[in-house]
Every structure is written in structure tokens, then in C-alpha cells.
């Protein structure tokens, strides 16, 4: 009898769990997939794997090219490329550099930005490159399902004026990355944020 009890609260539970995971789910990606496009003082564009052989990998080069889009319309004037050094040895701020600079962005429009391990530090590195500059307003450039998280992160730390773009991108593995960065997001919504960019 206690077998069949447990599972008959187990099965409506997981049910609802289940149910909770794909909602929040749809309405990350409804969000993300929702660009906010406007004119923006700078542009960010957020690291991503590179390949073995030093190349951006598919997401990154889908990033890449969505800020050269954007760059090319005039949407901004200049790009940040912020990344760090993922597992591959590769700084990937170098390598994005390298990539916008070679699709036509002249080399002093890209600040890079080297310490971008996370996109927490990416934001909190933003903040301060446009307090030096005296910048109000960034488009940030990522994959959609990331947008969301980026946005909030840009916006706890202060900056003014956040605009989005996601790269033109989908793939199979978005099933299992949608939901894990569901979780990113709520972990995001609970951190502390200090404007100092500390």
C-alpha cells in the first residue's frame, strides 16, 4: 500500500515538474528569439567555443556574423569581443577579434575583452569599459536561448540602455541546452550585482 501511495504523489509531482521546466523553456526562448534591436553607442558580442584547429566553432561563428550584420547597418560603431580561455588553449577574444577583423570591422573598432569567463564578468567588464568611454546604450549579440540571461545581467549592473540580437542559428543540441540555461537564468535572477562592477 505504501508503494502505491508514493507513487501517486511521485507521478502528478514529476508531472508538474516537468510541466514548470517546459513552460519556463518556451517563455525563455519566446524571449530570446525577440530581437530589441536599436542604435547603440557600442556592441558586445559574447564568447563562445573555439575548434581545435583555432577556428570558431559553429555557434561563435553565428555570433560573429550576426554582429558583422548589425556592424555593417550601423547599428553600432564599434564591438566588444568578450571571451576567455576555454579548455581548447584559445584566448577567444583574440579569435573573435581576428574573425570580425577579417569580415571588414577595422581592428579599432573591436575592444576585446579577455577576461570574459562567464557571462556575469562579460557584463561586469562591459560596465566598465562604457564608464571609461562614457557610453550609454550596448547591443549585446549571442545565441537566443542565452539573450535573456545576458540582458538582466547587463541591466543589474546598470548600464542604461540594453539592446539584443541573437545569432541566426539553431541546432539539435538546443533540446538539452534550453532547459539547462533555464537554470542559468534563475541562478542569475538571485545574484548580487554591484554596480561598482565589483
Not at 64 to 86: C, K, N, Q, W
Not at 90 to 108: F, K, N, T
Not at 124 to 145: A, C, D, E, P, W
Amino acid at each position: 500500500m505504501r508503494y502505491f501511495s508514493t507513487r501517486k504523489f511521485l507521478i502528478p509531482a514529476l508531472g508538474l515538474t516537468l510541466g514548470i521546466l517546459l513552460l519556463g523553456s518556451a517563455i525563455l526562448v519566446i524571449a530570446g528569439l525577440r530581437d530589441h534591436i536599436g542604435r547603440a553607442d557600442i556592441g558586445l558580442v559574447l564568447g563562445s567555443k573555439v575548434n581545435l584547429d583555432g577556428k570558431p566553432s559553429k555557434s561563435l561563428r553565428g555570433r560573429l556574423d550576426r554582429t558583422i550584420e548589425l556592424y555593417r547597418g550601423g547599428y553600432f560603431p564599434a564591438v566588444i569581443a568578450s571571451g576567455g580561455i576555454g579548455k581548447e588553449g584559445y584566448d577567444e577574444a583574440v579569435v573573435m577579434r581576428d574573425y570580425l577583423v577579417s569580415h571588414g570591422i577595422p581592428q579599432e573598432r573591436v575592444v576585446m575583452d579577455n577576461t570574459g569567463t562567464t557571462t556575469y564578468a562579460s557584463a561586469r567588464n562591459t560596465l566598465q569599459i562604457m564608464r571609461q568611454q562614457k557610453l550609454g546604450s550596448v547591443m549585446v549579440v549571442s545565441q537566443y536561448f542565452h539573450i535573456p540571461r545576458a540582458r538582466m545581467a547587463l541591466e543589474r549592473f546598470g548600464i542604461p540602455v540594453v539592446y539584443s540580437s541573437h545569432a541566426r542559428l539553431f541546432e539539435v543540441r538546443d533540446i538539452y541546452s534550453v532547459p539547462r540555461e533555464l537554470f542559468g537564468y534563475l541562478s542569475y535572477a538571485c545574484r548580487h550585482y554591484d554596480a561598482n562592477g565589483n
